[in-house]
């Protein structure tokens, strides 16, 4: 099912659901440093540096230095790219709607009431639900404090590290 929500999501221009409910979600008009995008949207650095390339490259979001003047590249939303943002949840509405026009509203519906409670919550269920075991390398590094908001992996593999 989320499969065929991301694909009816991509069929209308704009970037993607990958890119539209992990980056672009974090991004601000203000700017955000770019150094923090990664815990703030819970994917890699690698992940986030191939994002706002292609943010960039759309006009959606820009990196320039801090206007604080710190030596962190600050990246931020383009008027074009707060437009894009906006629509996302536009964008998912419609999605759903036409998803649930193909296979019945109470198939969303329930993929809905399976989803929703792993994700309510601080920490959420989910998130709570992939604590290692002990004796297990990621044990012994920081455990994310955010999950992704949609699966994104890259070359390297799907968890953080690219493991």
């Known amino acids: 099912m989320l499969l065929a929500i991301a694909t009816e999501y991509d069929q209308a221009p704009g970037p993607s659901l990958a890119v539209s409910a992990n980056v672009l979600r974090v991004l601000t008009a203000g700017g955000v440093r770019t150094r923090d995008l990664s815990a703030l949207a819970g994917v890699s ?53 036409s998803l649930g026009n193909r296979r019945g509203p109470d198939t969303v519906a329930a993929l809905r009431a399976a989803v929703e409670p792993l994700a309510a919550g601080d920490p959420s269920r989910l998130l709570a639900g992939l604590t290692p075991y002990p004796d297990n390398w990621r044990s012994r590094v920081p455990p994310p404090s955010v999950l992704p908001h949609y699966p994104l992996t890259l070359h390297r593999g799907g968890y953080p590290d690219g493991s």
Do not use: C, H, N, W
């Open 45 to 97: 650095r690698e992940s986030v540096t191939m994002i706002m390339g292609l943010l960039a490259k759309a006009g959606f979001a820009v990196t320039e230095p801090d206007p604080a003047g710190s030596r962190f590249p600050f990246s931020r939303l383009t008027a074009a790219g707060a437009v894009a943002q906006r629509d996302y949840a536009v964008r998912i509405a419609d999605a759903e709607v």
